[in-house]
C-alpha cells in the first residue's frame, strides 16, 4: 500500500483536487462502469444490431467476466482501502475491481468491433479513443473514490484485457468453424 497505492491515491487526490463538483465527476465516470450501465449496454445490442451474434458475444462475455471477477475477489478477500477518503460506499471486496474490469471487457469487446468494422479511419479511431478514456477515467474515478487501491484497478486492467483478447480469440474460432 505505502509503496504504490498510497502516491497513486494521493497523486489522483491533488491532480483532480477534492471538491464537490469533483466528486460528483467522479461518481458520473464511475456509473460507466457500474453493473445496470453495462447491463443496459448489452441489451441495446439487441436493439442497435439484428444479428444476435452480437449480442450473445457481449452476454456470454461479460457473464463469464463477472464470474471471474467474483471468484478472483473471493479467493484474495482483499478488504477496501481504510486509508483513504472514500466518497463512495461498496460492499464486496476490494481486488480486483469490478468497475474497471468489467467496463474493460465491455468496452474492449465495442472497441474490437468498432475497430473491425467501421471503414472510416477518423470516425474509428475517435471512437476507439472515446472508449479507451471513459475505461480509463473509471479506473481513475475508483482509485480517487477511496472505494479501490491502485493495483485493484491496475490488476483489473491487466486481467480484463487477457481476458478479452483470449474471449475473442476463442469466440472467433468457434464461430468459424461452426460457419465452415
Not at 482501502?81 to 475491481?97: A, D, G, L, N, R
Request: glycine share 4%; aromatic share 18%; charged share 15%.
Amino acid at each position: 500500500m505505502v509503496l504504490f497505492d498510497l502516491p497513486v491515491y494521493q497523486f489522483f487526490i491533488s491532480f483532480f483536487t477534492i471538491s464537490p463538483f469533483m466528486v460528483n465527476v467522479m461518481k458520473f465516470f464511475t456509473s460507466f462502469g457500474s453493473t445496470i450501465f453495462i447491463v443496459c449496454g448489452i441489451l441495446s445490442v439487441v436493439i442497435l444490431f439484428k444479428d444476435k451474434k452480437y449480442f450473445w458475444n457481449f452476454a456470454i462475455a461479460n457473464g463469464i467476466g463477472v464470474v471471474l471477477n467474483n471468484v478472483i475477489k473471493l479467493i484474495v478477500r482483499r478488504p477496501r482501502p481504510s486509508v483513504t477518503m472514500p466518497f463512495s460506499y461498496e460492499k464486496s471486496f476490494s481486488f480486483p475491481s469490478g468497475h474497471t474490469m468489467m467496463s474493460t471487457i465491455f468496452y474492449g469487446l465495442i472497441i474490437y468491433y468498432v475497430y473491425k468494422n467501421i471503414k472510416n479511419e477518423k470516425l474509428k479511431y475517435f471512437l476507439v479513443s472515446i472508449l479507451s478514456l471513459i475505461v480509463v477515467m473509471i479506473g481513475i474515478s475508483r482509485i480517487y473514490l477511496g472505494v479501490h487501491y491502485a493495483t485493484d484497478v491496475l490488476a483489473a486492467y491487466i486481467l480484463g484485457i487477457v481476458y478479452l483478447v483470449a474471449y475473442i480469440k476463442i469466440s472467433n474460432k468457434l464461430w468459424n468453424k461452426k460457419h465452415n
